[in-house]
């Protein structure tokens, strides 16, 4: 830098130089710091992009409720018993546990019943991870284990299907992704029928309504199966966005909902927002990195895969 400005001046006396040189240091002092709030503005607005919001602290169940159904019992006189009902879990149905080094909420799969958040929530994305345990429970010993992520939640627990009115993102042993419809919903999907006389998703299909107590019914199964084998940890992502749902599961789309509505008197209304419940339903699932975050559009490219 010396040298620099001595070319430039050789004439400037010492003191003008010295001058000079407490310029160009408080200059280059200035800029450095400049440089400094451009990177931390970058930084801050990388945050504020995502813009993700935790559902799960990994210390207990705040910001959730519990509802359980009676627990099972082969003893067909107790089917009139009352539900365990709102937060009442004394077999720890639902409680927080450290798998591979991280927190996770468990769910044992013990009683039938569910999970869920406070707050109801449009326009979003939500992600977690899951992972199956090893425990199954009677009556479904000998069936694919199984849960479900049930969104739009709203109304009372304890309906005739147990979980409050919603669509399920179904989480079970090779179906991750199928769609169920829980009490009166209906949503429209592009499907076709397998060999099996079965609705599969195929974005290239012709929408169909999928509605229970009608002769299409309340499921439409995925399409790709990209769950990954068993023991190691799926990411699930599920974007709603208006009356659009897009089910995802590591990374690929495998069912499109669409003119997602509920009855109401006997009339089709929409319906755009609502809790999210996780299901207890015979088997053992761990979750982890419970997560949520608002949108503004559906992301153009998963709309074309």
Not at 6 to 30: D, I, R, W
Not at 47 to 54: E, S, V
Not at 226 to 253: A, I, R
Request: neutral net charge; contains cysteine.
């Amino acid at each position: 830098m010396y040298f620099v400005v001595n070319k430039m001046y050789p004439k400037m006396s010492s003191n003008g130089f010295s001058k000079l040189g407490t310029f160009v240091k408080a200059l280059a002092l200035l800029v450095c710091i400049g440089l400094i709030v451009i990177t931390s503005a970058t930084a801050q607005s990388v945050t504020l992009a995502d813009n993700w919001q935790a559902l799960f602290n990994g210390k207990d169940l705040s910001g959730w409720e519990t509802y359980l159904d009676r627990p099972y019992s082969t003893d067909k006189t107790k089917d009139k018993a009352s539900p365990l009902g709102l937060n009442n879990d004394p077999n720890h149905v639902f409680s927080v546990t450290m798998v591979d080094g991280l927190p996770a909420l468990r769910i044992s799969g013990e009683t039938f019943g569910g999970i869920n958040t406070l707050t109801e929530f449009e326009n979003y994305h939500f992600r977690l991870e899951f992972k199956w345990g090893t425990l199954k429970w009677p009556p479904k010993l000998n069936q694919p284990r199984d849960s479900g992520l049930l969104y739009h939640s709203i109304g009372a627990h304890g309906t005739p299907m147990l979980w409050m009115e919603s669509f399920e993102y179904q989480i079970q042993e090779g179906d991750c992704g199928d769609y169920w419809g829980v009490m009166n919903v209906l949503a429209d999907i592009s499907a076709r029928k397998n060999d099996q006389d079965k609705y599969v998703y195929q974005p290239a299909a012709t929408p169909i309504t999928f509605q229970d107590k009608t002769p299409v019914g309340r499921s439409c199964l995925k399409n790709p199966d990209s769950e990954k084998p068993y023991g190691q940890w799926n990411v699930l992502d599920l974007y709603c966005f208006g009356d659009t749902c897009l089910h995802m599961l590591n990374g690929k789309v495998n069912l499109v909902l669409t003119h997602t509505r509920h009855l109401v008197n006997g009339q089709p209304e929409p319906l755009t927002k609502g809790k999210i419940q996780l299901q207890s339903e015979g088997a053992e699932i761990f979750y982890r990195n419970i997560s949520i975050r608002g949108i503004k559009q559906l992301p153009a490219d998963l709309l074309q895969q």
